[in-house]
């Protein structure tokens, strides 16, 4: 169980390298191949989709492997081996470039999630159930320090090819060096035992039948909470790249910076999130990031400076950081062990779904809204009309906290502290708290 575990932080290191070599510039790979702001939001949408079906596969076809480190190691070998047709058939092809990167990118990412819910009920099997916050946060913590000095030095890389007018080679450095980290993942794998049979790991009932009859309504109504949560953020996510590189004309190492502080954000508040999780559940956790995150969309209509957008984007890492913990944690909490793997398909099908409605509203909304708002004598005109995408989807956050929140509840057996004591161990607040305390003890 200890070298599962260990297996599990390293596959976090090596898969934060394919994000912050990879995955994070695929956007700014298209749109160096002069992709449309609809073919964006297809990128977006698409593998995503297509991810999800995989995930369901997944799970059906989990009774043919011989357990479950076999399909996630098929799963994990796919992931290294698309990242070459990504970057060489838009090269051998530059006509179709944009829709071969979507079919790229859509292959890989079906290779990611069909390993999705097998890893997942791999690992929490190996961990006590009172421990997972603080291992998920320790190794999501690995995984954003990685990904922070990936992403630096890879805009550095492609700032640096960009001046000779070679961007195209600094992309197709960065995504060979994605796929050979899956492949020292997959070597990783090969060494860790399933400490389960296969029969024991998935109960055999349906999808439907699951979600009927066995789900709760705390589940129930969390995947719809969290679906609809995806359709709002996903409205602006996809189309930050563009505002950076397109509107604001920031080199690769800017737009970098911008991503990287994200990444820091949570690099310094994973773990606390994660322990505030364990200690106080993860509703209260999810209450407490999803009234926080409807407001940092909102701050592009205020500022175009560098400076001031890598501080939002860094209190938006922060914030993101535990939003993602709870929302992955929550669903562990309430569903049964031999249902982890249906539950874990189900809502990421659900996220998925929300996640490709929000990214091609988010599209169409670029084309409809007007450039600049006016009220009465006061007059906002941005850049573009990208920031104003960014606000609407700052609203339909807080909608979605405001109305569905109160729908599901805290599952384990938690400490209860007051509203006022419980926002003073938030992540940064609790870090100012003390800092006081011990000012005033000098």
Known sequence: MARGRRYGLRDGLCQAVTQGAGEQYLSAFALLLQTSPFQLGILSALPQLIGTWAQLLSVKV????????????????????????????????????????????AGYFACNHFTTPAWNTFITDLLDPNQRGAYFAHRARIMAVISLLTLCIGGSFLTLWQQYELAYIGFLTLFLIAGGARLVSARHLTRVQDPHHRAQIQDQDGFRRFLRKRATTDFRWFVCFSGLMHVAVLIAGPFFVIYMLRDLRFSYWEYGGWLAAGIFGQFLTLNRWGHFGDRFGNKALLTATSFMVPFLPMGYLFSTNWAFLVTLNFLGGVTWAGLSLGLQNYVFDTVRPEDRAKAVALSNTINALGWSLGALTGSWLIHVLPGEIHIGWLTVAPESNLPLVFFLSGCLRLLVSATLLGTFHEVRIVEQVPQHRLMWELPLLRSIAQFGVWKTDR
Do not use: N
Request: aromatic residues 16%; proline residues 11%; charged residues 10%.
């Open 62 to 105: 989990l009774r043919w492997f011989p357990d479950r480190k076999t399909l996630i190691l098929a799963g994990t070998l796919g992931q290294a081996v698309v990242w070459l047709p990504i970057v060489l058939l838009p090269w051998l092809f530059p006509q179709w470039g944009p829709w071969l990167v979507i079919a790229g990118a």
